[in-house]
DNA sequence: TTGTAAGCGTTATCAT
DNA sequence: ATGATAACGCTTACAA
């Protein structure tokens, strides 16, 4: 049969194929694969014959046939929560330019919100060396089977796992800190507003958020408040509180966009913040320096999270190393004033 | 030779191939092919052996070898000159789920501000069965190249070229739109910040400008002043242009992020927004209703275009429509204060 | 219903 | 320096 001719949905290429090169230039297929590789080991006078032929057909070596040979793809995928936001596209963004770099490309798969199907999962794995794998998008068994199979692996914002790699930031001892600086502008009822139970980086906040209130004595005034990571569900959740009859008087955002919503709700309300309301947010997304008021929140170095990730990789598929690596990248306290300080513009 | 197992920087997996379950279930690979994709042709009894073969194997078919044979890859590459901000994310948040609501994974590049080497994109287009361009991180020789090989294109934010779809969404009518609001506010100083040269999208945004200029009989004010598209990039444009003895009484950014730029510019120097300076974006990311002041702006289904430019190219790539079809998105002006309108909150 | 065998396009090992 | 040729892991005519 003839798979590139046959009928159906495949794309036929009209790409010359190594045995054309061949026979146009009057030599074995073995010969244009040394051309292309290792110029050098091949007469210059044929070499030359075999440029000219490849290049009047345009050729170029097929990935498929040259990745089936090899044992590898030259490629490396990354799987996320959501597409969502400037935190993927930041990590994104770290982590497709050190992966070019690598000379690798990037395979992007989103789980959007629920796990990942083990499917998914495994057929992606598939196409490449390696993958990274953020935040809970993937079950530890699969992770573990992952492993099995001998495909390397690092978790992102997702604590280390058996021998797979990790990089994270960290996230508890900040969190305590800016809890701490809430405290200390008065405020007794904070309110933490994301989903400990839906993702490593959320539960470390909440127990910086615990820590903090037991450092300084206190009792939180309430249990989590579960919430997506978007602006209307910051946006829903902080009504659900701000409605009540105990209202809090501080809202610790699992990240800006929460934050952001939750600025909405407090405006829908009449609300003044941080005047009745104190809003904190976490990433310090451009915007947040913009905001009315000015967002205090943690910088994290979303671009350098995605960076580090695509190195140990590289280090894992080239066996550059071997014992599992597990990074915390520094976070930052960022003071403005949407936590009641009287902020320089 | 066994690839495989050869030593070099390849990740040799433990999988189990096609034979080895054939072996095991004392069939012929035939029969376990038949199996895993057309499993009513295959003898109910015989099926149940090959399946649990496969499963005590933990067998996986191949891609590699399944795309070798069929001549696809189920898989689909987009080009981003530039992965960093919200107009990026929406855009491949739609691709991506549409594309893998369709079976297909998806590949990213990006160009990083400049256009792609050569190289880069043709070895992109030799792992897919289809590719989507943006903007202008192509040239248009190599579009065309594209084209002659065979490899389905579709350009997204960039006008149609030859026998490629396209998607964009509407920029000239907004914009006029947009500036004629500000003309009716009485600004007569209007600068555009933005780089007409550099896409189609920003060329279509300054030629609405001009638009509504001539329209109320107005010469603009300014040449266009050239920008990135980050907060950084359209701060140091918007200063260059407030620090000049004839300052401008409006900015008209290419995007939000620009605008962002620009207000924290105008901050900077003391001038109060909108009196003093007008500032409109575009895009309308989700931040811009919480800056200070509220962003008038233009709103565009960024989402939207990712999903199209997965659904045109689906049916390019299955032959399911062969004329070429050119698609514009609706826009909207989104109205709030920092044109100088009062905005309700 | 099942098996045989010819591809798919490379790479790399042997010979020569 | 070059050529034959056996992998790589699968799909699918065609035969049986």
New interface residues.
């Given amino acids: 049969m003839k798979?590139?001719t046959?009928p159906g949905?495949?794309?036929?290429?009209?790409?010359a194929t190594i045995y054309e090169v061949a026979e146009r230039a009057g030599v074995s297929i073995a010969t244009v694969s040394r051309v292309q590789r290792h110029a050098h080991l091949v007469a210059p006078e044929t070499r030359e014959r075999v440029q000219r032929a490849a290049h009047d057909l345009?050729y170029?070596p097929?990935?498929?046939?040259r990745?089936?040979?090899?044992?590898?793809?030259d490629?490396t995928g990354i799987v996320f929560p959501d597409?969502?936001?400037?935190y993927?596209?930041?990590v994104?963004?770290g982590y497709?330019?050190a992966s070019?770099r690598q000379g690798r490309?990037?395979?992007?798969?989103?789980t959007?919100g629920r796990s990942a199907s083990e499917e998914?999962v495994?057929?992606?794995a598939?196409?490449v060396?390696?993958l990274v794998l953020t935040g809970r998008t993937v079950p530890d068994h699969l992770v573990e089977?992952l492993g099995?199979?001998?495909?390397?692996v690092v978790l992102l914002a997702r604590p280390g796992h058996g021998a797979a790699d990790s990089v994270r930031a960290s996230n508890a001892p900040v969190a305590a800190e800016l809890v701490a600086h809430l405290l200390d502008h008065g405020r007794r009822r904070l309110a933490f507003v994301g989903d400990p139970d839906g993702s490593s980086d959320a539960a470390e906040r909440w127990s910086g958020f615990l820590q903090a209130h037991r450092a300084a004595g206190l009792a939180p005034a309430y249990a989590p408040t579960p919430s997506g990571y978007?602006?209307e569900d910051g946006r829903r959740a902080a009504l659900g509180l701000l409605r009540a009859g105990d209202r809090p008087d501080g809202i610790v955002a699992a990240n800006d966009?929460i934050a952001?919503g939750a600025?909405?709700a407090a405006?829908e309300l009449g609300l003044a913040v941080p005047d009745d309301l104190a809003v904190t947010g976490w990433d310090d997304?451009?915007?947040a320096?913009?905001?009315?008021?000015?967002l205090t929140t943690v910088r994290q170095p979303m671009v350098e999270l995605g960076r580090r990730a695509a190195v140990l990789l590289t280090e894992r598929?080239?066996?550059t190393r071997t014992d599992p690596r597990h990074e915390v990248l520094p976070t930052e306290l960022v003071v403005r004033s949407s936590c009641g300080c009287v902020h320089p513009?």
Same sequence: chains 1, 2.
Wanted: charged share 25%; glycine share 10%; net charge positive.
């Fill in positions: 798979a590139l046959a949905a495949g794309g036929r290429r009209s790409t345009a170029r097929s990935r498929l046939g990745s089936l040979a090899r044992g590898h793809h490629s597409l969502t936001g400037p993927f596209s930041a994104i963004l497709e330019e070019a490309s990037v395979l992007i798969l989103a959007h998914q495994l057929d992606l598939d196409r060396d390696g089977e099995q199979r001998g495909v390397p978007r602006e966009e952001m600025l909405r405006r997304i451009p915007a320096a913009h905001l009315a008021p000015p598929i080239e066996r513009t």
